[in-house]
């Protein structure tokens, strides 16, 4: 079986940098597997199935960072701007688990199925950057400047993500619908 779909972020994700903190994020994700179903009866089975998913999502945040600048006015000055910035966390998440189940077929287009299962993140990253995100700044005297970052993107963080490849359960009930193609 093959499983397309959107993933969210749900509650606030940590990076490695002091007050770096990325909620809301979305992602495309999806899910190869198999499954072994054995009848038991004519309308109930026992089955197993066992997937890999990929589950990887994009959040961002803002900050105002003030820095200096020094330019000339008939000598070199130098005068603190703020500066915005932009923070994005690519994460990616790698997932194989397994998980018996039992299944009911009340009618023949329509199936219930429930089981437990229990998984494990084989690979976990998160690449985080930054990047200067304006062209301008506005100094005291009024004077618009344009602003020059040595490089587009930092990456502040291209590491595992800490304490996320423990051991997981799940409870998974599902309906579904048998369409014959």
Same mark, same amino acid.
């Given at each position: !079986?093959?499983?397309?779909? %959107?993933?969210?972020?749900?509650?606030?994700?940590?990076?490695?940098?002091?007050?770096?903190? $990325?909620?809301?994020?979305?992602? $495309?994700?999806?899910?190869?597997?198999?499954?072994?179903?054995?009848?038991?009866?004519?309308?109930?089975?026992?089955? &197993?199935?066992?997937?890999?998913?990929?589950?990887?999502?994009?959040?961002?945040? /803002?900050?105002?960072?003030? @820095?200096?600048?020094?330019?000339?006015?008939?000598?070199?000055? /130098?005068?603190? &701007?703020?500066?915005?910035? @932009?923070?994005?966390?690519?994460?990616?998440?790698?997932? &194989? =688990?397994?998980?018996?189940?039992?299944?009911?077929?009340?009618?023949?287009?329509?199936?219930?199925?429930?089981?437990?299962?229990?998984?494990?993140?084989?690979?976990?990253?998160? @690449?985080?950057?930054?990047?200067?995100?304006?062209?301008?700044? /506005?100094?005291?005297?009024?004077?618009?400047? !344009?602003?020059?970052?040595?490089? =587009?993107?930092?990456?502040? %963080?291209?590491?595992?993500?800490?304490?996320?490849?423990?051991? %997981?359960?799940?409870?998974?009930?599902?309906?579904?619908?048998?369409?014959? $193609?």
């Amino acid at each position: !079986f093959v499983g397309l779909g %959107q993933n969210w972020q749900s509650g606030d994700m940590f990076a490695q940098c002091e007050d770096c903190v $990325f909620s809301g994020g979305t992602g $495309f994700g999806f899910t190869l597997g198999a499954l072994y179903e054995y009848y038991l009866w004519e309308n109930f089975a026992f089955g &197993v199935a066992s997937t890999y998913r990929y589950l990887g999502f994009t959040a961002e945040f /803002r900050e105002i960072i003030t @820095k200096d600048h020094l330019y000339t006015d008939n000598g070199l000055i /130098r005068e603190t &701007v703020n500066l915005r910035f @932009k923070h994005t966390a690519d994460v990616d998440i790698h997932n &194989v =688990s397994i998980a018996p189940y039992i299944k009911w077929t009340p009618w023949e287009f329509i199936f219930i199925r429930a089981g437990l299962g229990i998984g494990a993140n084989i690979s976990t990253n998160i @690449k985080h950057t930054e990047e200067l995100d304006q062209k301008t700044a /506005r100094l005291s005297n009024g004077e618009i400047v !344009f602003i020059k970052n040595n490089s =587009s993107k930092q990456y502040v %963080q291209d590491t595992e993500i800490p304490d996320l490849k423990s051991l %997981q359960l799940y409870f998974l009930p599902s309906i579904g619908f048998n369409i014959p $193609f």
